[in-house]
Structures are given as structure tokens and as C-alpha cells.
């Protein structure tokens, strides 16, 4: 997917957030807890370390948005930010967490969607500030995509949030899945 500009970065993020809680608020605990395989993880597992990423990630944007502001001559640039539509889709294939990015098992969903809307409302925060540097001026890598650039960093948040739905979606939709 490609982004032009930060409305259609935090529209994104946005529209992926709402339907990711749609999705989970509605579900019993029964639901939430359900492992479709061993080893596997359950909606409230995903929505968890969703969440537990999404932490460290406004604490990145927040800290390479500093830097882009303090970076002399650097002014907002035209946006572009292409990130992989198999990233969004899922079709990358796993991507191996890192074991600070495991869920615990032990938050539940309820409390890790409260903790996404915070982030949420912590980047819409940030928007002004964005708006005002060069999203291409910084980067800083991603263990599994390489080095983003800090437009790249903030599109992340979307796409992520939306993998993750997927993968809600398909534990849902397992044939012992409790209806």
C-alpha cells in the first residue's frame, strides 16, 4: 500500500483500529481464550502483542520525530510511503517476534484495545509536529524490514494492526472456534 500524505497514513490507522475492536469487543471470554492450534496464539494473545508493539512504536515515532526536528534545514517534503501489501495481507508468512514482543497471556483484550486507543490518541498528538518535518529525513531499522524511514515507522501502525486482524479473523474463523 502506498500513502501520500499523513491524512491518509492516520485514516488508515484509524479505520483499522475501528474495525479491530468491532471485531474483539463483541466476543466471550471463551472466544477471546480460544487456541485454534498448539502454539498458536488467541485473539486476546494477538490483540496483547499488538498492543506491546505498538508501545515501543510511539516511543520510536516520538523519538525520531525529535530527531527530524532537530535536523537543520530539513522541511516537509511531498509523502510517499510504499509498504509491502504482503506485510498488510499476511502473505510475507510468519515474521518471528521477538521474545519482548511476546504476549503474556495474561492482559485481557479489553485492556490491551484501551491501551491501543491511548497510543491512538498519543500519535493523532503527534500529527502537527509530523507535519512540520521531513518524514524522510530519519530512519532506524526494523528487525525484520530493514531501515524505515520515519513516514515509514508511523504507516506501520495501520499495517500492522491490520495483519493482526487478519490473523483474528482466521481464529475466528476455525471450525471449533465456540459460536
Not at 504476549?103 to 500519535?123: D, K, Y
Request: with cysteine.
Amino acid at each position: 500500500m502506498t500513502f501520500h500524505d499523513l491524512h491518509e497514513i492516520y485514516r488508515d490507522k484509524e479505520r483499522v483500529l475501528d474495525a479491530m475492536e468491532k471485531t474483539v469487543r463483541p466476543l466471550s471470554a471463551s472466544q477471546l481464550s480460544f487456541r485454534p492450534s498448539p502454539g498458536a496464539w488467541t485473539v486476546a494473545e494477538i490483540v496483547e502483542h499488538v498492543s506491546i508493539v505498538e508501545t515501543a512504536v510511539i516511543r520510536l515515532v516520538r523519538s525520531l520525530t525529535q530527531k527530524a526536528e532537530s535536523a537543520r534545514g530539513t522541511v516537509p517534503g511531498p509523502l510517499e510511503v510504499t509498504l509491502d501489501d504482503g506485510l498488510r495481507s499476511g502473505e510475507t508468512g510468519k515474521i518471528k517476534t521477538r521474545a519482548e514482543f511476546e504476549p503474556t497471556g495474561n492482559v485481557p483484550a479489553g485492556e490491551s484495545l484501551q491501551n491501543l486507543r491511548s497510543i491512538q490518541a498519543a500519535f493523532v498528538d503527534l500529527r502537527p509536529r509530523l507535519a512540520a518535518v521531513d518524514l524522510s529525513s530519519v530512519k532506524f531499522p526494523h528487525p525484520a524490514l530493514g531501515a524505515l524511514t520515519l513516514g515509514e515507522w508511523c504507516a506501520l501502525f495501520g499495517v500492522h494492526e491490520e495483519r493482526h486482524l487478519g490473523q483474528i479473523r482466521s481464529v475466528a474463523a476455525s471450525p471449533a472456534f465456540p459460536r
